[in-house]
């Protein structure tokens, strides 16, 4: 399926590419992931 959308044979759908564009605008700098999600209020906590 990715082979399709890397040839351009068919167009990536919108809810993907808008994924793509909001992965780019806030990936981590340092190239690593982080190793465990959160909780609801870690992540609640770190946004307000």
């Known amino acids: ?3 399709y959308y890397r040839t ?9 590419w808008l994924a793509c ?4 605008a806030t990936r981590p700098t340092n190239n690593a992931l982080p190793r465990t999600l959160p909780t609801a ?3 609640a906590a ?3």
């Not at 351009?8 to 993907?16: D, L, M, S």
């Not at 564009?21 to 780019?24: F, I, K, P, V």
């Open 1 to 3: 399926m990715v082979s």
């Open 8 to 16: 351009a044979h068919k167009a990536i759908p919108r809810a993907i």
């Open 21 to 24: 564009l909001g992965w780019e």
């Open 41 to 43: 209020r870690e992540y």
């Open 46 to 48: 770190a946004h307000a």
